[in-house]
């Protein structure tokens, strides 16, 4: 063939394959849809491109997605067939953007399916974000991580609008400043973006729980199962845990089998300070991340392992992408270690990262994700391997070797991460109900206003050295008691700061402005002898 004829050809060529691209769609090359993907508990923002070129038909997802985004491609078609779209015969490549970010989860259905529904229409899709699995019949259905996500993003200021499946559009409407827009169908979702179908903004039940109003509003429950009159005697227990719930202060109960040590800490949970909306929802989303239905109470979680569990349930990780452990999931509320010796000394050791920084750090190969861990450590223990120790109407089975070995399990750096240290006594199952939960949520109310009044962000529990110094101020004799402590019973500077958090504590149930002689008096009864 002449040489002029074969350029002829290839121009030709070139200006056909050009026509393909942009004649088909006639305004852009890509359509664009956002949706987002969880990186452990964290949102990411995903964009969704389709493009549509003349060629083999065929149907592709690129962008390192995982299986569940794979499939969607059966579900899709099959959706679009049923709702009474023709599937292009077109090459379709749908493009997850950025592309070097793995993207899970069967909530990107939807967006896929409205930018190929979509195709020749000029619709801008704006700021809305898409989450729901479709059906085969074309219905939406709500998928586990919509929640976690929604929540996520709009923490991070991305999120104002969102089309999802109707159940999901409940809970998301519970989010401030987010407007959820329910669809139980693609064709609903087709018609509310070409404009033919009306859809308002969801709307959410109220929370029925009870509400203190200081810098912002607070939430609380008024009822609880468990009830603290249900604990006869061991005063000095109680109050430590009083105090423990007041100010987020980590707590230690050492005692004899019986004595009601996991009775008080299981109490706890309903005397525990007020939540803000955000704290909140984010216990709602870890509620959602472990696949249960979000309850929306004003209640702080309440973690327990075993014993037996291991160091990545307890610490959260994973071989390919970090996942949540108990540390993370019980973040603004309790984690309680009962029979606490019995825990491997590594998972022990390790808890001093989290108990001290508030934060815990999981690194591996692919991620590396930092997660809050502002709990209330809890622990319980027997004095001694059989638990008769201090018992005055039982003897010790144990030989002082035992006992030795039984304390050793437990570190002096672990145990210098604990604020309280009470002791519980032989229970007198006659002696008369001193006082009721009801009773102690009223003093943690007080002391939490106590607390937010000073403009603090954080518990008195858990406040760092410089907030330590600006709030927790000791009147000039606690002052010089506390100097004289320090030096009579060498304590560390660790110690030194949290007997002036506790006593700050002590002080805000008692309503003083200024921590007093008696009160730092009180906290020291509670350290570690």
């Known amino acids: 063939m002449p040489k002029k004829k074969r350029d002829n050809c290839l121009i030709a060529r070139i200006t056909r394959m050009n026509d393909d691209v942009l004649d088909f769609d006639g305004l852009k090359k890509f359509k664009r849809l956002k949706s987002a993907t ?154 509310f973006f070409n404009g033919s179908n009306k859809i308002a903004p969801a709307t959410s039940s109220s929370l029925r729980a009870k509400t203190i109003m200081i810098d912002q509003t607070y939430y609380y429950e008024d009822e609880t199962t468990l009830d603290f009159a249900e604990v006869r005697g061991q005063k000095q227990a109680k109050r430590a845990a009083l105090i423990a719930a007041a100010g987020f202060h980590n707590v230690l109960f050492s005692g004899a089998p019986g004595t009601g040590k996991s009775m008080i800490v299981k109490r706890m949970a309903g005397i525990l300070p007020p939540v803000s909306l955000t704290e909140l929802l984010n216990i709602a989303s870890l509620e959602s991340l472990e696949g249960k239905t979000p309850s929306f109470k004003a209640t702080r979680p309440l973690r327990s392992p075993h014993h037996t569990a291991t160091r990545s349930s307890i610490f959260g990780g994973g071989s390919k992408e970090s996942k949540m452990g108990e540390t993370a999931l019980a973040n603004g509320g309790i984690l309680f270690f009962d029979e606490l010796p019995h825990f491997s000394k590594a998972i022990l050791e390790a808890l001093r990262e989290p108990l001290e920084d508030h934060r815990l750090l999981i690194s591996r190969v692919n991620s590396k994700i930092v997660y809050e861990t502002r709990f209330l450590f809890a622990a319980a223990m027997n004095p001694c391997p059989c638990g008769n120790l201090y018992s005055k109407t039982r003897e010790c089975r144990c030989s002082q070797i035992e006992i030795d070995r039984y304390q050793a399990r437990l570190s002096d750096p672990f145990l210098d991460r604990v604020d309280l240290f009470a002791q519980t006594s032989d229970g007198d199952i006659s002696a008369e109900k001193d006082i009721t939960s009801a009773q102690m949520r009223s003093q943690t109310l007080t002391a939490f206003v106590m607390q937010k009044k000073r403009g603090q962000t954080q518990l008195n529990g858990k406040l760092n050295d410089a907030d330590t110094e600006r709030y927790c101020v000791l009147d000039r004799e606690a002052e010089e008691t506390l100097l004289l402590a320090a030096e009579k019973f060498a304590l560390s500077h660790r110690v030194v700061g949290k007997m002036r958090r506790v006593a700050r504590t002590i002080a805000d149930l008692d309503e003083q402005g200024t921590i007093g002689k008696r009160q730092l008096l009180e906290a020291l009864s509670f350290r570690k002898r």
């Open 38 to 191: 969880l990186e452990s508990a964290i949102a990411r923002e995903v964009t969704l491109e389709a493009s549509f070129t003349r060629g083999l038909p065929s149907f592709s997802i690129v962008g390192l997605a995982d299986e569940a985004i794979r499939e969607a491609k059966d579900r899709v078609k099959s959706a679009l067939l049923l709702s009474g779209y023709q599937f292009p015969p077109l090459k379709i490549t749908v493009n997850l953007s950025p592309s070097d970010l793995k993207k899970s989860g069967s909530q990107m259905d939807l967006p896929i399916a409205l930018l190929i529904a979509l195709q020749n229409k000029p619709i801008d899709f704006g700021d809305f974000f898409c989450f729901a699995e479709l059906g085969l019949d074309g219905q939406t259905r709500p998928s586990p991580a919509i929640f976690a996500l929604a929540l996520s993003l709009a923490s991070q200021g991305l999120l104002k609008r969102v089309v999802t499946d109707p159940i999901s559009a409940q809970e998301l409407a519970r989010i401030p400043r987010v407007e959820a827009y329910a669809v139980k169908t693609l064709n609903e979702a087709i018609g």
